[in-house]
């Protein structure tokens, strides 16, 4: 059973960073496609970030250059780092995973059948 269980969420000021993590189970982690969705009320889940298994990393466009994606394999974890965060990243951050993917693909939600139930990112101005 794949498990994907989220943390590191919370209320910052403008400005401020945070550290998502994503504890991942139940599958050959080195072998997995992982990506960041989020989340906002009203809004369509839109892909932030993104990691296939080469190694390739994709970002959207509104957070490159803030946010950097990473894995620690030997703790099956992914992480999302958030910096200079903007009262426009607020919204609920999920872990996806899959087993296949494309680069093309590590941004769109349909491509991942694997999800956690998220963690709350509020950015105050």
């Known amino acids: 059973q794949v498990q994907l269980v989220e943390s590191g969420g919370g209320s910052v000021q403008s400005g401020g960073s945070l550290r998502l993590s994503c504890a991942a189970s139940g599958y050959t982690y080195r072998r997995t496609c992982m990506s960041w969705f989020r989340q906002s009320p009203g809004k369509e889940r839109e892909g932030v970030a993104g990691?296939?298994?080469?190694?390739?990393?994709r970002y959207a466009d509104s957070v490159k250059g803030r946010f950097a994606i990473s894995q620690d394999n030997a703790k099956n974890t992914l992480y999302l780092q958030m910096n200079n965060l903007q009262p426009g990243d607020t919204a609920m951050y999920y872990c996806?995973?899959?087993?296949?993917?494309?680069?093309?693909?590590?941004?769109?939600?349909?491509?991942?059948?694997?999800w956690g139930r998220g963690t709350q990112v509020t950015v105050s101005s």
């Open positions: 996806a995973a899959d087993s296949t993917c494309q680069p093309s693909t590590l941004l769109l939600d349909y491509a991942f059948r694997y």
């Open positions: 990691v296939d298994n080469f190694g390739t990393l």
